[in-house]
T-cell receptor, first 119, second 113 residues
Framework: GAGVSQSPRYKVTKRGQDVALRCDPI?????LYWYRQALGQGPEFLTY????????KSGLPNDRFSAERPEGSISTLTIQRTEQRDSAMYRC?????????????????FGPGTRLTVL | AQKITQTQPGMFVQEKEAVTLDCTYD???????LFWYKQPSSGEMIFLIY??????QNATEGRYSLNFQKARKSANLVISASQLGDSAMYFC??????????FGPGTRLSVLP
């Protein structure tokens, strides 16, 4: 079946502009996660949802970052007033259930990511 | 707080040889999951293998196996019969009741012909 998809794959924007990054999870997956990955480093957690409810947003760097998943499927990560330090790969992942803790159904499947460059 | 340590920034292995990538973790939770992902130069994140904290058997998936030593809090990935296509970054991750994954810094594996 189809995997996690993200759009756009590449985004170049000027400092101060707002950007919206989209994630379409695997059909039927309950949980959706957003990560940010700097070059040569592991993904860093930003926020996650179970269905439409945002369960944890402790990883969002500041209030310029927000995310939503209004119908429990597609999610959008929005960055307002972008800054050069926001440049990174933004990755979305989804998992089958939120059974937890540490169950195999928690396995997260990642999308290809959106490479954001802020000039 | 959780923490994942991968002490090998880079590893080399000869094609067809086996290689072990180290991962140690720190958690106060009794129930957790350990995951390994592969990230080739194309940038995708590919799930390789999962180990639950209560699993008594070491996980295996094809050429991948996980050497899980709970008392030592280690979950090393073993790749048997290395192939050129195994050259990539490898990330170890842990999840607990909080469910978000915490990733380690990764190990870059280079397979030599």
């Amino acid at each position: 079946g189809a995997g996690v998809s993200q759009s756009p794959r590449y985004k170049v924007t000027k400092r101060g502009q707002d950007v919206a990054l989209r994630c379409d999870p695997i059909s039927g997956h309950v949980s959706l996660y957003w990560y940010r990955q700097a070059l040569g480093q592991g993904p860093e957690f930003l926020t996650y949802f179970n269905y439409e409810a945002q369960q944890d947003k402790s990883g969002l760097p500041n209030d310029r970052f927000s995310a939503e998943r209004p119908e429990g499927s597609i999610s959008t990560l929005t960055i307002q007033r972008t800054e050069q330090r926001d440049s990174a790969m933004y990755r979305c992942a989804s998992s089958h259930t939120s059974a937890g803790p540490g169950q195999s159904t928690d396995t997260q499947y990642f999308g290809p990511g959106t490479r954001l460059t802020v000039l | 707080a959780q923490k994942i340590t991968q002490t090998q920034p880079g590893m080399f292995v000869q094609e067809k040889e086996a290689v072990t990538l180290d991962c140690t973790y720190d958690t106060s939770d009794q129930s957790y999951g350990l995951f390994w992902y592969k990230q080739p130069s194309s940038g995708e994140m590919i799930f390789l293998i999962y180990q639950g904290s209560y699993d008594e058997q070491n996980a295996t998936e094809g050429r991948y196996s996980l050497n899980f030593q709970k008392a030592r809090k280690s979950a090393n990935l073993v790749i048997s019969a290395s192939q050129l296509g195994d050259s990539a970054m490898y990330f170890c991750a842990i999840s607990d009741y909080g469910q978000n994954f915490v990733f380690g810094p990764g190990t870059r594996l280079s397979v030599l012909p």
